[in-house]
């Protein structure tokens, strides 16, 4: 036997001597050292009673001591667990009781807390780690005398991510050694990555984007990375001209579009820009390649799946879609209600079936039942269409769908053409409850600094556009539309904002 992924991450050091990770500050890991930690930390785990199978769960900032943390973890055969770093001690109760891991690594100016929790759960050893060297693990794993590499099949857990729980309370997606190693090999290969590869990496890793895709191709392509806590436009300026690619969120691109240092001349050398984690906009896509010379690389993914469609390295990259379906991933569109499978170019839900696919939910095998198809085919819960090229467009998410009057509408679409209106920066449509129609398409808009737009102004561009149903009855207007760590339009937040306005009586 063998351990599955930590065999193939380990079998694809170049040389122990290669700088694996420079820090912001000039200071570099090498392949060797990073290891050399892995080692000692897995074998600490397992000094400590962890054994295949235990959930090792992690709320600490982004490190490369972290990155090691992950790797150890994997290579003692436990299941790696990241947490937001943004989530209370309260919250932390829910996951902790969940997961039941049998050790934790918090903050540590958490620590205390953290340590309460886990004696009041009956759960866990609580150690601590920083990003300085600092907290109580890095000691305590100095004189772990090294153990053999654990025994992992590809069908054993890797990891459990848990989804941001916007439609109710959080699920774990469990993810295999298989799972993640075959999405992260595709990726190598599509994305045409090599040893000399330097990635800008300026993502969270409690996240699947920042360590799944982001690390593991890395890794895998025996490349390196330039690592940043976090973005800062400032520094991501400075540190391009070291960097052969860089994977971000629409975010960062809009915040470098924004930044007078961003220019042609300081990309002419990057290879590859790639999007993920939520959708980019089409006036993104094209005022960054006017800048730049570059075509966004956007891709689609989400926390169950990994990777599963992703646009072309070769080819046209068409702004507003996520590309082909990546090889070994199968994806169909269905109707959201029957499961029937849809022709090309109808609007339904998105369905995926290949070995990237995860394993099901934790301790909840009814839902994991629910989201499956009998053929093996995964309900992703986005909501989207094939075009007659094969690209596919997310269209949005089923759960967002506003039914009005009995007619769906799809929010993208609205979206789309709102976005186009002059003065408009984006906008979020959502379905509120309505006495009369069941739902009422509502608009949340963000404007430009000094346009003079308001509600009438968007209802009026909007009628020789969209069908009577489709346009917005309220049209309201905010400095920035709410999003979580990913970039993510929070629409949950904004249902729970707006909630009353179609109330009898309300103004």
Same mark, same amino acid.
């Given at each position: 036997?063998?351990?599955?992924?930590?065999?193939?991450?380990?079998?694809?050091?170049?040389?122990?001597?290669?700088?694996?990770?420079?820090?912001?500050?000039?200071?570099?890991?090498?392949?060797?050292?990073?290891?050399?930690?892995?080692?000692?930390?897995?074998?600490?785990?397992?000094?400590?009673?962890?054994? &295949?199978?235990?959930?090792? =769960?992690?709320? %600490?900032?982004?490190?490369? $001591?972290?990155?090691?943390?992950?790797? =150890?973890?994997?290579?003692?055969?436990?299941?790696?667990?990241?947490?937001?770093?943004?989530?209370?001690?309260?919250?932390? #109760?829910?996951?902790?009781?969940?997961?039941?891991?049998?050790?934790?690594?918090?903050?540590?100016?958490?620590?205390?807390?953290?340590?309460?929790?886990?004696?009041?759960?009956?759960?866990?050893?609580? #150690?601590?780690?920083?990003?300085?060297?600092?907290?109580?693990?890095?000691?305590?794993?100095?004189?772990?005398?090294?153990?053999?590499?654990?025994?992992?099949?590809?069908?054993?857990?890797?990891?459990?991510?848990?989804?941001?729980? @916007?439609?109710?309370?959080?699920?774990?997606?469990?993810?295999?050694?298989?799972?993640?190693?075959?999405?992260?090999?595709?990726?190598?290969?599509?994305?045409?990555?090599?040893?000399?590869?330097?990635?800008?990496?300026?993502?969270?890793?409690?996240?699947?984007?920042?360590? +799944?895709?982001?690390?593991?191709?890395?890794?895998?392509?025996?490349?390196?990375?330039? +690592?940043?806590?976090?973005?800062?436009?400032?520094?991501?300026?400075?540190?391009?001209?070291?960097?052969?690619?860089?994977?971000?969120?629409?975010?960062?691109?809009?915040?470098?579009?924004?930044?007078?240092?961003?220019?042609?001349?300081?990309?002419?050398?990057?290879?590859?820009?790639?999007?993920?984690?939520?959708?980019?906009?089409?006036?993104?896509?094209?005022?960054?390649?006017?800048?730049?010379?570059?075509?966004?690389?956007?891709?689609?993914?989400?926390?169950?799946?990994?990777?599963?469609?992703?646009?072309?390295?070769?080819?046209?990259?068409? &702004?507003?879609?996520?590309?082909?379906?990546? &090889?070994?991933?199968?994806?169909?569109?269905?109707?959201? #209600?029957?499961?029937?499978?849809?022709?090309?170019?109808?609007?339904?839900?998105?369905?995926?079936?290949?070995?990237?696919?995860?394993?099901?939910?934790?301790?909840?095998?009814?839902?994991?039942?629910?989201?499956?198809?009998?053929?093996? +085919?995964?309900?992703?819960?986005?909501?989207?269409?094939?075009?007659?090229?094969?690209?596919?467009?997310?269209?949005?998410?089923?759960?967002?769908? %506003?039914?009005?009057?009995?007619?769906?509408?799809?929010?993208?679409?609205?979206?789309? $053409?709102?976005?186009?209106?002059?003065?408009?920066?984006?906008?979020?449509?959502?379905?509120?409850?309505?006495?009369?129609?069941?739902?009422? %398409? @509502?608009?949340?808009?963000?404007?430009?600094?000094?346009?003079?737009?308001?509600?009438?102004?968007?209802?009026?561009?909007?009628?020789?556009?969209?069908?009577?149903?489709?346009?917005?009855?309220? %049209?309201?207007?905010?400095? #920035?539309?709410?999003?979580?760590?990913?970039?993510?339009?929070?629409?949950?937040?904004?249902?729970?904002?707006?909630?009353?306005?179609?109330?009898?009586? =309300?103004?």
């Amino acid at each position: 036997m063998s351990n599955h992924l930590f065999d193939a991450i380990a079998a694809a050091i170049p040389d122990r001597g290669k700088t694996l990770i420079e820090l912001g500050d000039g200071t570099q890991i090498s392949y060797g050292r990073l290891f050399d930690l892995v080692e000692r930390l897995a074998s600490h785990l397992i000094r400590a009673g962890v054994v &295949p199978g235990d959930r090792v =769960a992690v709320q %600490v900032e982004k490190s490369w $001591e972290n990155l090691a943390l992950y790797l =150890a973890c994997v290579r003692a055969g436990a299941v790696y667990l990241p947490l937001n770093t943004a989530y209370p001690l309260a919250e932390l #109760e829910y996951f902790i009781g969940d997961a039941q891991p049998s050790f934790v690594v918090c903050r540590p100016e958490s620590e205390a807390g953290v340590r309460g929790l886990c004696a009041r759960l009956g759960r866990a050893t609580v #150690e601590s780690l920083g990003t300085r060297g600092d907290g109580t693990l890095l000691a305590a794993a100095a004189d772990a005398p090294i153990r053999p590499v654990v025994d992992r099949d590809a069908e054993d857990l890797a990891a459990i991510l848990y989804t941001s729980g @916007t439609t109710g309370r959080s699920k774990g997606a469990m993810l295999t050694h298989e799972n993640l190693l075959s999405n992260a090999q595709v990726l190598v290969d599509y994305w045409r990555f090599t040893g000399e590869d330097v990635l800008l990496h300026a993502l969270p890793i409690f996240h699947t984007h920042g360590l +799944f895709v982001a690390s593991n191709v890395i890794l895998l392509a025996g490349g390196s990375m330039i +690592f940043l806590p976090k973005f800062d436009a400032d520094e991501v300026v400075r540190l391009l001209p070291k960097a052969t690619s860089m994977m971000a969120v629409p975010t960062f691109y809009v915040r470098l579009l924004e930044h007078p240092g961003f220019t042609r001349a300081l990309t002419k050398h990057i290879r590859l820009f790639t999007s993920g984690s939520a959708p980019l906009l089409a006036e993104t896509h094209r005022a960054f390649s006017e800048r730049t010379g570059h075509a966004i690389l956007e891709r689609y993914g989400m926390t169950e799946t990994n990777m599963n469609t992703s646009n072309p390295y070769d080819g046209d990259r068409i &702004p507003g879609t996520v590309g082909f379906p990546l &090889p070994g991933v199968e994806l169909r569109v269905a109707d959201v #209600e029957s499961g029937r499978v849809l022709p090309q170019g109808e609007v339904g839900v998105l369905e995926v079936r290949g070995p990237n696919v995860f394993k099901g939910y934790w301790r909840m095998p009814e839902k994991t039942q629910a989201e499956f198809r009998p053929d093996g +085919f995964f309900i992703t819960g986005d909501v989207g269409r094939i075009d007659e090229r094969g690209y596919v467009h997310i269209v949005g998410r089923a759960k967002d769908l %506003v039914i009005t009057g009995g007619y769906n509408v799809y929010p993208k679409e609205v979206e789309t $053409e709102i976005d186009a209106i002059a003065g408009v920066v984006e906008s979020a449509v959502i379905g509120l409850p309505h006495p009369d129609f069941g739902e009422g %398409v @509502t608009a949340v808009v963000v404007r430009e600094k000094g346009a003079n737009l308001g509600e009438e102004d968007v209802i009026s561009a909007l009628a020789d556009r969209l069908a009577k149903f489709k346009q917005p009855k309220r %049209v309201f207007f905010v400095d #920035e539309l709410p999003r979580n760590t990913m970039g993510k339009v929070q629409k949950n937040v904004l249902r729970d904002t707006y909630a009353g306005t179609y109330e009898r009586g =309300a103004a």
